[in-house]
């Protein structure tokens, strides 16, 4: 047991089962699943986090319909083709001392998936429109209801004979057994609607149906949203009614506590909550749950240090906490949390762009700080190097900072240069956008690394070909970044200024203030909140369908939501052409119409970065081994530059 956190290293027993500690991975969809299982991939995946200290595995959201030739990589348990490959995952966790559940879930309505370009046929209990998906679901028949009854009775059997320990039934999030739970979806008048009595029949029948198909000693439990964050999701009276009635009935093990929904965008921005979000917010929830229920209350959400999860289980908001993007951005998180070493934790900073944002667009979970996540068959072991070699990064910012600790963590000698006084680059500004500020812990935590593997750092430095060279390394490796692009046009008499110069402060913004945001990325959005909140009049002026559009989702539903609390104005489709004293001139991108926007104090250009490329030219043929990565090869993100970091550094 842990003596910084002795409540959450602790046992707990659920139905018999002993659980070694209170810390657990949450199901989240990996983006790993093979032919609706765990394939290799998935497994490593699951073993760097399971072989490093967790209590237990939840496996993601694991239909109980077939997945057959659908696009989007989900795990089934609808045939018993399931059984022998979730029998790795069993052993993995007993090998483990890891006690593995199965999350089993039907979408209902909120389904957008398709098999070949077409949509399926959604379902719910009543024909409602879902605002997020745009779908109007088929009202299910009983007929129907008693198939998927027994639908999810068998796919907890395949669970219990594969050697599971058990089987959490997802109720919340908006998807199929939540919409039968709300009143506000659920306009049935026959046995299945009604009262909460008959809203939680569906439900009631499908544990009562996976006991009987399981045996005495398996574990079942729900996962339901004490808040769905939506006009038409559960609310926390519905949510407390029905986990009173499941326990009071003896159908329930422990209740997972969640918040969020997919039913429209203001639910769905919380289901993975960026960093604009308080940290916890279902505790207070979990917390309400517990105090009406007997049995064990998990839960998770934006929990990403283990003195919060430790407090949370002392004062009795919970049982258990889960955290998804913490050990995804860390694996060893149990474990340097039980050893002490909380300051060695890679703490995850909720910038949602590598985790979901890889997820939403069908690719598998990573993370912008640790790129070996998702890679682990690739990058999951160091290799020391057969060679210790000098090897000279030039360039201080996130790219260089990833090559130079994975180069030293091998046995190279490394030598860091950073022409500013700190080391940090572009995520410096990046953190003094509003509500950003968590983002600065990229700089944190890849600075501690360059420490622990022995790395040189040398600030107020700055490189030539001459003075690299003079190092005689064996090996050069370019970050020098990017700075900012300034388009063509005729800017006579007009007040222009950077991104860069309004987030450092070294100018005087007007009144009457005009974006121009070519990137469509957070740069504009945070830019507009700024200023708006500084008093301005800001016109976001976007060259793309929508403010924020190359970015996550979840993040740009809540930014969007702020500016129009602030009174930002927001106009998409239109190209940046030139501006005088006091206006703008644009260009609507369909049919290139002007667009005038007259009466401005100051046009703010957001239109992006082009690399620097020339100490890497001057090297080239001078040193014997040259490499760059990031924005000197393009101007991209943190998420490209570090990996590249990853990628050279373990090539070196």
């Given at each position: 047991m842990s003596h910084l956190f002795p409540n959450l290293f602790s046992p707990l027993e659920i139905r018999g089962k002993r659980f070694k500690n209170r810390l657990f991975l949450p199901a989240h969809g990996t983006g790993y699943a093979d032919s609706g299982t765990v394939g290799d991939r998935?497994?490593?995946?699951?073993?760097?986090?399971?072989?490093?200290?967790?209590?237990?595995?939840?496996?993601?959201?694991?239909?109980?319909?077939?997945?057959?030739?659908?696009?989007?990589?989900?795990?089934?348990?609808a045939s018993d083709d399931a059984i022998?490959?979730?029998?790795?995952?069993?052993?993995?966790?007993?090998?483990?001392?890891?006690?593995y559940l199965?999350?089993?879930?039907?979408?209902?309505?909120?389904?957008?998936?398709?098999?070949?370009?077409?949509?399926?046929?959604?379902?719910?209990?009543?024909?409602?429109?879902?605002?997020?998906?745009?779908?109007?679901?088929?009202?299910m028949s009983v007929s129907m209801i008693e198939d998927l009854v027994d639908s999810f009775a068998s796919a907890a059997r395949r669970a219990w004979q594969a050697g599971a320990d058990g089987v959490e039934l997802l109720v919340g999030m908006g998807y199929l057994v939540a919409q039968f739970l709300s009143p506000r979806i659920n306009i049935r008048d026959d046995v299945y609607g009604g009262d909460i009595e008959g809203r939680s029949r569906f439900l009631r029948e499908i544990l009562t149906a996976m006991r009987a198909s399981t045996d005495s000693d398996f574990i079942l439990g729900i996962r339901i949203a004490g808040e769905e964050y939506a006009s038409e999701g559960l609310k926390l009276d519905d949510t407390i009614a029905a986990c009173e009635r499941l326990d009071s009935d003896k159908l329930v093990d422990f209740v997972n506590v969640c918040a969020a929904s997919s039913h429209n965008l203001a639910g769905a921005s919380n289901i993975v909550p960026p960093m604009f979000v308080e940290t916890g917010p279902t505790l207070q929830y979990a917390a309400a749950v517990r105090a009406a229920v007997n049995v064990p209350v998990l839960t998770a959400g934006r929990i990403n240090q283990p003195q919060q999860a430790e407090q949370a289980i002392a004062s009795g908001q919970a049982d258990m906490i889960g955290m998804v993007r913490a050990f995804i951005a860390d694996p060893e998180f149990a474990l340097k949390a039980s050893e002490g070493?909380?300051?060695d934790i890679r703490a995850c900073i909720a910038c949602n762009q590598a985790c979901i944002g890889h997820r939403l667009n069908g690719f598998g979970v990573s993370c912008i700080q640790f790129p070996e996540t998702g890679r682990e068959l690739e990058?999951?072991?160091?290799?020391?190097?057969?060679?210790?070699?000098?090897?000279?990064?030039?360039?201080?910012?996130?790219?260089?900072?990833?090559?130079?600790?994975?180069?030293?963590?091998?046995?190279?000698?490394?030598?860091?240069?950073?022409?500013?006084?700190?080391?940090?680059?572009?995520?410096?500004?990046?953190?003094?956008?509003?509500g950003r500020e968590e983002f600065g812990g990229l700089v944190t935590n890849l600075e501690r690394e360059l420490r622990h593997f022995g790395v040189e750092i040398r600030t107020k430095t700055e490189a030539s070909a001459e003075s690299v060279a003079s190092m005689r390394p064996d090996c050069v490796v370019i970050a020098t970044g990017a700075t900012p692009y300034r388009p063509t046009g005729d800017f006579e008499g007009a007040h222009v200024v950077d991104a860069w110069e309004v987030l450092q402060d070294r100018v005087n913004v007007g009144q009457s203030v005009v974006i121009a945001d070519w990137r469509c990325d957070w740069v504009g959005l945070g830019l507009a909140e700024k200023l708006a909140t500084e008093g301005c009049s800001v016109t976001l002026c976007v060259n793309g369908e929508m403010a924020g559009q190359s970015i996550q989702p979840y993040v740009r539903y809540v930014w969007v939501g702020r500016l129009h609390e602030l009174g930002v104005r927001v106009m998409p489709y239109v190209r940046l052409f030139g501006a005088d004293e006091d206006t703008v001139y644009l260009q609507h991108v369909i049919n290139d119409d002007a667009v005038l926007m007259e009466q401005t104090d100051t046009l703010v250009l957001a239109t992006g970065h082009q690399s620097r490329l020339e100490l890497h030219d001057a090297l080239a043929g001078k040193v014997a081994e040259i490499h760059a990565v990031g924005d000197c090869l393009s101007p991209r993100t943190a998420e490209e530059a570090v990996l590249e970091g990853l990628k050279v550094g373990a090539s070196i």
């Open positions: 998935g497994l490593a995946y699951y073993e760097a986090r399971v072989s490093r200290g967790i209590g237990a595995l939840i496996t993601e959201a694991s239909q109980v319909v077939p997945v057959e030739g659908q696009h989007y990589a989900q795990l089934s348990f022998p490959r979730v029998k790795r995952l069993v052993e993995l966790c007993a090998q483990h001392d890891c006690r199965v999350q089993l879930y039907h979408e209902g309505r909120a389904r957008s998936h398709s098999r070949d370009g077409s949509l399926d046929v959604a379902i719910a209990p009543s024909a409602v429109p879902d605002e997020r998906h745009h779908i109007m679901p088929r009202p070493r909380v300051d990058y999951g072991t160091r290799n020391a190097a057969e060679q210790p070699k000098r090897v000279v990064v030039v360039g201080g910012g996130p790219g260089g900072m990833k090559t130079a600790a994975v180069a030293a963590e091998r046995g190279h000698n490394v030598v860091l240069l950073e022409r500013g006084n700190q080391v940090g680059g572009q995520a410096l500004l990046a953190q003094r956008l509003p």
